[in-house]
């Protein structure tokens, strides 16, 4: 399974960016889909994840009412809409895909992992 993440950038704080995570290969529709961020001299970070059908969610409590995630498994697509963004937000992020249908929030828990998009929030 490939997983190539796309749509970050520069944005201003109180603005807003869509990330979005396309698959190839694989089972995409089976798979809990997960997104991760790491800023710069800081470890990678649980940001949010959805289950395999879209019916959970979870959020990090540092993005909760500002970050929506979603998928659309006839796309193969899971993304990543961010509102209200803050320079506290800024940093890669990467989206993860686990064979569970219900992914957790630990690195250790997901199978696959794209390349990073990078966001940067200025103040």
């Known amino acids: 399974v490939q ?3 796309s749509g970050g950038g520069l944005v201003q704080a109180g603005g807003s960016l869509r990330l979005s995570c396309a698959a190839s290969g694989g089972t995409f529709s089976s798979y ?3 997104w991760f961020r790491q800023a710069p001299g800081k470890e990678r970070e649980f940001v949010s994840r959805i289950s395999w059908n ?3 969610t979870r959020y990090a409590d ?3 009412g500002r970050f929506t995630i979603s998928r659309d ?3 193969n697509t ?3 809409q961010m509102n209200s963004l803050k320079p506290e937000d800024t940093a890669v992020y990467y989206c993860a895909g686990s064979r569970k249908y219900y992914s ?3 690195t250790l828990g997901y199978d696959f992992w794209g390349q990073g998009t990078l966001v940067t929030v200025s103040s």
């Open 3 to 5: 997983l190539q993440a």
């Open 32 to 34: 809990g889909m997960g």
């Open 54 to 56: 879209g019916s959970s």
């Open 62 to 64: 540092s993005v909760k």
């Open 73 to 75: 498994n006839a796309k």
């Open 78 to 80: 899971v993304y990543l």
């Open 104 to 106: 957790g929030y630990d």
